[in-house]
């Protein structure tokens, strides 16, 4: 499955953007995917997860209340809509899809995802 990311900008603080991931060359549905996170200097982290049914969802901390991830199977998309946004927010934010049995599992690990986006850059000014 090949997966492409966008709706990345440059918001100021509490602002809002949403992004979206589009998926092509497989039935999106088969897939659990998440949302991970890069800034300058640090490692790759962990955003949010949904399930293959989307029945299921899981947060880091410091987005929780503040971020809502969501997919819609028949268009092949996963959303994550990305509110009250702070300037600790700014990275490259990255979609990926893993292949799992279960359509209520939420991968949480980066080793578990076998396909990875390109990125799309959020920047939050203070």
């Known amino acids: 499955v090949q997966l492409q990311a966008c709706g990345g900008g440059l918001v100021q603080a509490g602002g809002s953007l949403r992004l979206s991931c589009a998926a092509s060359?497989?039935?999106?549905?088969?897939?659990?995917v998440g949302w991970f996170r890069q800034a300058p200097g640090k490692e790759r982290e962990f955003v949010a997860a949904?399930?293959?049914?989307?029945?299921?969802?899981y947060y880091e901390d410091s987005v929780k209340g503040r971020f809502t991830i969501s997919r819609d199977n028949n268009r092949d998309t996963v959303y994550l809509q990305m509110n009250s946004l702070k300037p600790e927010d700014t990275a490259v934010y990255y979609c990926?899809?893993?292949?799992?049995?279960?359509?209520?599992?939420?991968?949480?690990?980066?080793?578990?995802?076998?396909?990875w986006g390109q990125g799309t850059q959020v920047t939050v000014s203070s």
């Open positions: 990926a899809a893993a292949s799992v049995g279960s359509y209520s599992y939420t991968a949480k690990r980066g080793t578990e995802y076998n396909y």
């Open positions: 060359g497989r039935t999106f549905s088969y897939y659990a």
């Open positions: 949904i399930s293959r049914s989307g029945g299921g969802t």
